[in-house]
């Protein structure tokens, strides 16, 4: 079992690095760990997300914890309420990256900060899979959550990806750590919740090596679509972007369908459903004459056809 500090001993991000602090347990434990091992290095950033009465309490307490580890700590006040459409989650994930991004272009730290650290571990790893599974996601779902990548100039980290939960609250505990727990968390109107509650547990008692082995899975997942993606960018080459409608007739409906994704969410950041994606697929294998009219519903726009190729309009 990977424990905390063997994730921190192969951790080597660029400094200074910013972790984000929530005051729970998993955070908590990835900002001791970084603060020991780079005294004076590293900041921490508090998103207060004023979604309910104790987000003040959360903030004072990581003010608290970081005057005593004497890490400078910025909180930063958003607003996460969500869109129609929305979920709440994604609106919170959505305000915590323009946070960090607002953060980092301001200048806050000298000198700047360029790397960033979130606290999931394995658990949460094993988490988004079941949720991934749950709604037929393709392999980047399944591929769950990666361990490092980069998103409006900064580098993110999930140093504890490999960590299992319990074996962050033992790794606390033996330091005599204190940290908030977020009464959200055992909310089970709240799928990820439910799936903490119910099915980790049951996992346990029938696969006690499920956490490594589902970790695995991700990789594999990751591993083949990071293939599928390499594939779809020489096929677009090819097809041009826009696609030539022939040339893309010209491949099999696998390699179709995974340069039309590709297309479309390197190109224009949408994501077709599966249904849509059969869809166009199917408008595609019809399209052999010049009158042939294309207009689908794709994401939060359009496919249609222009001459010859293929086009998208939000």
């Keep these: 079992m990977t424990t905390v500090d063997d994730a921190l001993r192969v951790f080597s991000p660029q400094l200074p690095l910013a972790?984000?602090?929530?005051?729970?347990?998993?955070?908590?434990?990835?900002?001791?760990?970084?603060?020991?091992?780079w005294p004076g290095q590293v900041r921490a950033v508090h998103v207060h997300h004023g979604l309910q009465a104790a987000a003040d309490d959360f903030a004072r307490h990581c003010e608290a914890v970081c005057a005593q580890l004497q890490v400078p700590l910025r909180v930063s006040r958003v607003m996460a309420r969500h869109a129609p459409g929305e979920s709440p989650e994604d609106a919170a994930r959505n305000a915590r990256y323009e946070a960090f991004r607002a953060l980092a272009l301001e200048g806050w730290a000298q000198p700047a900060i360029k790397s960033i650290a979130l606290a999931q571990h394995a658990d949460d790893q094993v988490e988004t899979m079941l949720l991934a599974l749950s709604r037929g996601a393709g392999l980047p779902g399944l591929s769950a959550m990666p361990a490092s990548w980069q998103r409006d100039g900064l580098m993110y980290y999930r140093p504890l990806l490999q960590v299992p939960g319990p074996a962050i609250r033992a790794w606390l505990a033996q330091r005599g750590a204190v940290f908030v727990e977020d009464p959200t968390n055992t909310d089970e109107r709240f799928t990820r919740n439910r799936i903490r509650a119910r099915l980790l547990p049951a996992l346990a008692e029938t696969f006690p090596q499920?956490?490594?082995?589902?970790?695995?899975?991700?990789?594999?997942?990751?591993?083949?679509?990071?293939?599928?993606?390499?594939?779809?960018?020489?096929?677009?080459?090819?097809?041009?972007r826009p696609p030539v409608i022939r040339s893309?007739?010209?491949?099999?409906?696998?390699?179709?369908?995974?340069?039309?994704?590709?297309?479309?969410?390197?190109?224009?950041?949408?994501?077709?459903?599966?249904?849509?994606?059969?869809?166009?697929?199917?408008?595609?294998?019809?399209?052999?004459?010049?009158?042939?009219?294309?207009?689908l519903k794709i994401a939060s726009g359009h496919v249609t056809r222009a001459g010859d190729c293929l086009h998208f309009a939000a």
Excluded: M
Aim: charged fraction near 15%.
């Design 19 to 37: 972790v984000a602090y929530s005051g729970g347990a998993d955070s908590t434990a990835l900002l001791l760990a970084c603060a020991g091992k």
């Design 210 to 240: 499920f956490r490594e082995t589902f970790a695995r899975s991700a990789q594999h997942a990751a591993q083949a679509q990071s293939l599928l993606v390499e594939v779809a960018r020489e096929d677009l080459a090819a097809l041009g």
């Design 248 to 295: 893309l007739q010209g491949l099999s409906l696998a390699r179709q369908a995974n340069a039309l994704r590709q297309w479309l969410r390197e190109d224009h950041q949408a994501t077709p459903s599966a249904a849509q994606l059969e869809q166009l697929l199917s408008q595609v294998a019809a399209c052999t004459t010049r009158g042939h009219r294309i207009h």
